[in-house]
């Protein structure tokens, strides 16, 4: 009898018939498109874009010209920085581990606590957060007019608008481009699309253990996460070494006792390309990982061959990464404000973690 | 008699005949070429070059994971951070200002005190520097070792070695990839191939300025400076502002008398594009920066008109950036060093800011 129990979920796993599977997966997933998506806020418009990436490459929109938007969602480590929480102005370090920006547009909202609704509004919190890049929008506004270069394309990009150099515009351009950075055609969305043979018989038994444990319950949708909000130990609270006591997570956001330790459930899409894990960073091992996520959120102390089998899925979940070419910059000009590299009283970490991932 | 004076040099420039004026040049400066050069060190071979391009771009060179080649070579910045002095390791200050990449191999050494023969000894300054990326080649090389996407590339690249991903051969494709970071093709460029129309008047009478003050005598060759030694200072020394008293240049690496505040001569190549100026990094306007040279190493108070007219030469020297795709960096594993961003106490400035550019 015991040895039934414990051969139940892979003997489930496997009794599922391979049509089953490709149409459960089917219901829950969906595929990331070749094309970047429309955007609710502006147009992806060729010239947004471009401008867009010029901006995300320019550390002259943070106060001390040393950090860029790529600095912590780094193109060519997957979106991320690698580190437990970014380093910003002063090496101060931020209170939350840096998201991906890869696919982020997919996002329901953005942030580990869904406090912005879109990339737009996630853009403006880094560029001012003192721990970032410590800018305000008076200085942003001020270094874009005084760069010609800038000024042309914020006019094509933004035409018939009189003053277009400015930060909202930023913003939007900076959005534009993060909408083209995508990952379609990971073996999981070939196999989404029909492709039976994209995934190994190891990979599939893992999607099927997956979505059996309940992982999808919470880890769905075209970004297999990031479109909803759940309690960060919903069974078992997990360590105050991975769940830190001062970051009650939403409830910064909504005020609401129900949201303390509420975290916006993150994507899983490149998963192996961005730890350390978790809104802390504190967890370096993927396999770690979902151990944690097994007791804490699904009450399950998940075996280690089945939690190989589920890191086997995940590692199919690594798409196309963006091919970017490096912008070459505007050159600024006398009148543009230089670079301010002193760490001054206001540039301590604000209280709450607030302009924070 | 005073008015013949004050107009004797205009009137010489105008006078030079256009195929003197461009003969003249033609002795003193030779043009970018369009292909990478041989470099006596190491073959510039594709595999190098590919895998040198994405170490430049690792931050996980770096003891913090935070801080690459690119930081303070930035390619979209002309190979230049933009800073006065390099922010490294914890935030610290490096003593002097970052060189551009751009062209660097050209040079008849590098550092600005020239301490390095080559690029693959430059390389490793910055990657040990306690100011810089803070990393030692011991962990440097058990970080390359631990990550097979490089281990595979560096065995195609350095091939019939044994043990080729270590801290020699890092350098060596580092300095492949940078002898491709060339500027070809500026006015100047196709000026001195012939192209009579490719300088304005403007821009000539810059040059025609620029040999008979002087400036040619330091600036020459190919990179129009970068082939020779000489005192800041050579007439009369500028402030502690501008020359710093700590610092001595070349006279810490030859321990000579005559070799203190002497320094590199710089390459004016793209010269608008990679202020502020001098070692110090305190010139951020290049007006200022040629009017300290006139006083400092000619003896000569350039008038206004002067001045502009050599700035207007130097804008010529920009050339075609390299157009650089960002390279998709492999992932590390268990076994590869973690991150540490903590300043520790040999993280601290070293006297005489050895390791420093």
């Not at 942003?140 to 909202?168: M, S, W």
């Amino acid at each position: 009898m015991k040895r039934l129990i414990l051969c139940l979920p892979l003997m489930a796993g496997n009794a599922w018939a391979a049509e089953e599977l490709m149409q459960k997966a089917q219901a829950l997933f969906k595929p990331i498109p070749t094309e970047p998506p429309d955007i609710r806020s502006t147009p992806v418009t060729p010239e947004r874009v471009e401008l867009g990436k010029m901006l995300y490459f320019d550390p002259r929109l943070s106060r001390s010209w040393m950090i860029s938007c790529n600095s912590c969602h780094n193109l060519a480590l997957g979106g991320v920085d690698l580190e437990q929480t970014s380093i910003g102005h002063g090496w101060q370090k931020g209170p939350r581990n840096a998201p991906t920006v890869l696919n982020s547009v997919f996002n329901a909202a953005q942030f580990w606590d869904g406090r912005a609704a879109d990339l737009q509004t996630q853009a403006k919190g880094p560029l001012q957060a003192s721990v970032e890049m410590n800018n305000t929008p008076e200085r942003l506004q001020e270094t874009l007019n005084t760069i010609p270069g800038y000024v042309d394309r914020f006019k094509k990009a933004f035409p018939n608008e009189p003053d277009p150099a400015n930060f909202d515009n930023l913003a939007k351009a900076i959005e534009a481009f993060e909408a083209t950075l995508i990952t379609p055609n990971s073996p999981f969305d070939r196999y989404l699309k029909g492709d039976e043979k994209a995934l190994s018989d190891a990979e599939k038994k893992g999607l099927a253990l997956f979505m059996e444990k309940g992982c999808s319950n919470c880890h769905n949708g075209i970004n297999i996460g990031g479109n909803g909000y759940f309690p960060f130990g919903v069974v078992e609270k997990p360590g105050a070494e991975i769940l830190p006591e001062k970051d009650k997570g939403r409830f910064t956001v909504t005020n609401t006792a129900s949201d303390e330790y509420v975290f916006k459930v993150p994507s899983l899409r490149n998963i192996v390309l961005t730890p350390p894990y978790f809104h802390s960073g504190q967890v370096w091992d993927l396999k770690q990982a979902v151990a944690v996520m097994g007791t804490a959120q699904l009450g399950a102390k998940l075996t280690d061959p089945e939690i190989d089998s589920v890191v086997a899925f995940l590692r199919a979940l690594t798409g196309d990464q963006p091919r970017i070419e490096l912008p070459i910059l505007p050159a600024h000009t006398k009148d543009t404000p230089l670079p301010i590299v002193e760490v001054t009283p206001e540039g301590t970490v604000k209280p709450e973690g607030k302009g924070n991932h």
